[in-house]
C-alpha cells in the first residue's frame, strides 16, 4: 500500500509529497530479527577490555604462612589466595572479543525494516533539500526547529556523505548524520524521529531495487 510522504522545504513549509511503498522495502517486519541485529551492534560496540588478576599473577610469596597443624589457627596456604585481603580473584576476569556477526542477507533485511517501521510510524521526515555552502550549525538548528525536530533525537540522512551537513549538525545534541549507505538497523531505530532529504530516500529504493 503506498504511502504518501509530505515534502517540506527548509522553513518546514510543504512544498510537495513523495509516495512510497512500505512493503517494497520490506514486505513485514520482524521484531526477532531487529532485536537479533540490534544486540549484534551492541555487542560488538563493547570494549571487552576488563581484566582482573588471579592468584596465580598477584604479587607475593608462595610459602605456607605456618604450619599445617597445632597452631589453633584454620589451615591456611599462600597469601596469594583468594580469601584473603590482596589476594587474587578465584574467577578472574580476562579481555574478551564479542564481536560476532549475522548472515548479510539479514543485516540487509533489518535495516530495511526499520526504515520501514520509521514510515509505518510516521517518525520520518522528509525534507526537499539540505546542503550547505559551509558548516552552519545555527542554521542548521533553525532547519530542525522549523521541521517540528527541535530536541527530538534525529538522525539526519543524506544520499551520499556531505562533510558540510556533518559539521553543521555535529555539535547538535542527540543528532547525529549519516549517508544512506552508512544505515543500519541500529541508527535508524536509535533515534525517535529521522530526517532524509528526497534524494535520500531515491538512493535508498534504488538499493533495496539492487539489492543492498
Known amino acids: 500500500m503506498m504511502t504518501t510522504l509530505p515534502v517540506y522545504d527548509r522553513s518546514g513549509a510543504e512544498v510537495g509529497s513523495y509516495e512510497i511503498d512500505p512493503a517494497a522495502l520490506a514486505p ?4 526477532q530479527l531487529l532485536h537479533d541485529v540490534v544486540v549484534m551492534y551492541q555487542a560488538n560496540r563493547r570494549q571487552g577490555s576488563a581484566k582482573t588478576k588471579s592468584r596465580s599473577e598477584v604479587a607475593g610469596t608462595t610459602k605456607k604462612m605456618y604450619r599445617q597443624k597445632g597452631t589453633g589457627n584454620a589451615r591456611a596456604g599462600s597469601r596469594r589466595t583468594n580469601i584473603r585481603r590482596g589476594g ?4 578472574a576476569k580476562q579481555p574478551r572479543d564479542y564481536y560476532y556477526r549475522l548472515p548479510r542477507k539479514a543485516v540487509r533485511a533489518a535495516t530495511r525494516m526499520a526504515i520501514a517501521s520509521k514510515i509505518l510510524d510516521e517518525q520520518l ?3 526537499d533539500d539540505l546542503s550547505f555552502d559551509s558548516p552552519a550549525t545555527r542554521e542548521m538548528a533553525t ?25 553543521s549538525a555535529r555539535n547538535i545534541p542527540r543528532v547525529s548524520v549519516s549517508p544512506v549507505s552508512d544505515l543500519n538497523a541500529l541508527s535508524v531505530l536509535t533515534p525517535r524521529r529521522m530526517l532524509v532529504t528526497r534524494a535520500a530516500l531515491d538512493a ?4 533495496v531495487a539492487a539489492g543492498a
Open 28 to 31: 513485514r517486519i520482524n521484531k
Open 88 to 91: 587474587g580473584h578465584a574467577f
Open 125 to 127: 521526515v522528509v525534507i
Open 143 to 167: 532547519i530542525l526547529t522549523s521541521l517540528g525536530l527541535g530536541g527530538v533525537s534525529t538522525l539526519v540522512t543524506t544520499a551520499g556523505l556531505d562533510a558540510n551537513v556533518y559539521k
Open 204 to 207: 535508498i529504493r534504488e538499493r
